[in-house]
């Protein structure tokens, strides 16, 4: 089989919670590949951490947890699953670890300038912003095609002025991560608003108040955890099993959604 092929087949299979699903119509077009296919599905061929997740604890986690190296990372890894690890409620704290933030200690280094951090740092800088709002490459989670053009409308003048108006002390930093917010399936029903500035208006003055900093929408997972709590009357840890219930729901819906449009693609081939 051509790597062209072996490609459009491997992109057909959608990981549903762990369970690998491809279309049957794949499957009867392969016939003599599925064979083999699933015989290795399930096969642990390999082990790794995961790349921003640490184990917080009271006490030493080795004698609960059991640990191993590889030769790639200098702290001990969990031997147990990341699942299983949630089932003994541990914490886990997911530190996002950027190979960008390196590249450019090194790079001030060699220029003998000060290192960039937020203290020495002018979010308002417009010459930046207009940089930004020109090209995107190389900005975290804006790289797609989808996501640049996205923040390149919410950066628009027209639509910096129409938020101006409600808001006279813009932060773009805070725009850029709203416009980061929405571009997550949750973001779907105010995305288009966003875009244009629009702010909405809740019918609720304390409501209002409370998401005036994201245009009167929900964006932020914190924000739900936050609303459940003063308007709900949730307790936190409460309203943050329902924060997660909602993440698991968008992540299936959105992992549904694409497998019916996959298997569409593929019975418009046949067709054709």
Known sequence: MSLSETQY??????????????PD????????????????VGLIVSVGNHPS?????????VPKLGTFRTSTNQHPISQINMKEIDSLNYVKLDILGLDAVALIKET????????LVPDDMDFQDM?????????????FQFESQFASDYLKKVLRPQVIARIKENNKDLNYLDLMAMANGALRPAGASYRDSLAEGIYHDNGHEALNKFL???????VYQEQ??????????FSMGLA??????????FWRFNQKWLLKKRAKSVESINQT
């Open 108 to 115: 001030c280094k060699l220029a003998n300038i000060p290192y």
């Open 127 to 139: 010459n930046v912003w207009n940089d930004i709002a020109n090209d995107t490459t190389l900005i």
């Open 240 to 249: 943050d099993v329902v924060r997660r219930g909602f993440a698991k729901s």
């Open 25 to 40: 119509e794949i499957r009867q077009k392969y016939p003599e590949l599925f064979k083999y296919v699933d015989q290795a």
């Open 53 to 61: 997740a640490c184990v917080v604890a009271p006490h030493d986690v």
């Open 9 to 22: 087949v491997s992109d057909q299979v959608i990981n549903d919670n762990g369970k690998f699903i491809c």
């Open 224 to 233: 739900i955890i936050n609303f459940l709590h003063q308007f709900c009357g």
């Open 212 to 218: 005036a900093h994201t245009l009167g929408y929900l």
